[in-house]
């Protein structure tokens, strides 16, 4: 056996022992004596991954592409760890690539559509993914990311994906979620109530089918509940803003202003960044009364706003205030 290998067989028993960093030093020496062998930057690729370097991952896999052009594994890879490195535009690009190599593989044509959909290209996603679900009509993977894109305008299709993803796979709580969410949106509650409920007990930390769940809950006006599930959502991942606005409005609309004034507050203390929870806290202080306060958090809002309905709305509630005595 030679170095090459004798390093690429310790490397591989150091990952089954979970000792990715020596793993990953060992094929770096495996590197240093022959930094032109694909197959050694694809271990280099998927130790870094393994580790959440993506963008480092990425490095390793386009060496890999580099030496070996016509290598579909390598696009793919690159694609991946592109994607999940949040650098769409080049993942797209590799997405394609993989394609170009091998437009049979229904792999590619899911990290292209996933890609797509991340880059707000609903129609270019659809397609990808409709192909990806023609060439492997088993994968529960492409079935969810296309009716993912297709939840809001087709809910029929989409409905029709999710279960055949529940069939698949009876355990899928993000199928189970999003079917649940749909059939709460078309008015059949307490169906998509069962739904959401399944997807909880399915994945206890799944904080979305919390939050869909109480937004199921609050259509058929048991509110109680509903909030219950948003304080649960919240609690699973503190750093979430949207659970505080739910229990914003439901404490405003009980003409509890002070707890709701807290959600709010909360919500521009957790997106700073976000228009749409400033216009909220505004809106609030307007409601209550306190429209020099209100004025300022519209202002801010106004700056963050696309322009659109909600921009157009902290106009008009600028425009009022600054109109009346």
């Not at 060992?26 to 930094?35: N, P, Q, V």
């Not at 999003?178 to 206890?204: H, K, N, P, S």
């Not at 199921?216 to 606005?245: C, F, I, K, N």
């Not at 509890?256 to 709010?264: F, G, L, N, P, T």
């Amino acid at each position: 056996m030679d170095e090459i290998q004798r390093l690429v067989a310790r490397a591989a028993g150091l990952r089954r022992e979970g000792k990715i960093i020596d793993a990953l030093g060992a094929i770096e020496s495996a590197l240093r004596i022959d930094d032109a062998d694909s197959r050694l930057w694809m271990m280099h690729g998927a130790l870094r991954e393994g580790m959440s370097l993506f963008d480092q991952a990425a490095e390793s896999y386009a060496r890999a592409a580099d030496l070996e052009p016509a290598s579909f594994e390598s696009a793919v890879a690159l694609g991946r760890t592109l994607h999940r490195a949040g650098r769409l535009d080049e993942a797209e690009q590799a997405a394609e690539r993989a394609i170009v190599l091998d437009e049979t593989d229904a792999s590619a044509w899911l990290l292209l559509g996933t890609v797509q959909r991340g880059l707000d290209k609903p129609d270019e996603a659809e397609q990808s993914l409709s192909e990806a679900v023609r060439l492997d009509p088993d994968s529960e993977r492409a079935l969810l990311a296309l009716a993912l894109v297709l939840r809001m305008d087709r809910m029929d299709r989409a409905s029709e994906l999710l279960r055949r993803a529940i069939r698949l796979n009876p355990s899928s709580a993000p199928a189970h979620r999003e079917l649940g969410m749909i059939l709460a949106r078309r008015g059949e509650q307490v169906q998509g109530e069962i739904e959401l409920r399944r997807a909880t007990e399915l994945d206890v930390h799944d904080h979305w089918a919390r939050l869909y769940l109480g937004m199921a809950l609050s259509l058929r006006g048991l509110q109680d509940e509903a909030m219950g599930q948003y304080h649960e959502a919240s609690r699973l991942d503190p750093t979430w803003a949207l659970p505080h606005v739910m229990l914003g409005n439901r404490l405003a609309g009980l003409g509890h202003a002070e707890a709701s004034e807290q959600h709010y507050r909360k919500v521009v203390e957790l997106a700073p960044e976000n228009g749409f929870g400033l216009l909220k806290l505004g809106k609030f202080l307007l409601s209550v009364r306190r429209p020099e306060e209100a004025r300022d958090w519209l202002g801010r809002a106004l700056e963050l706003l696309p322009e659109g309905l909600a921009a157009e709305e902290a106009r008009m509630l600028i425009d009022r205030i600054d109109r009346e005595p």
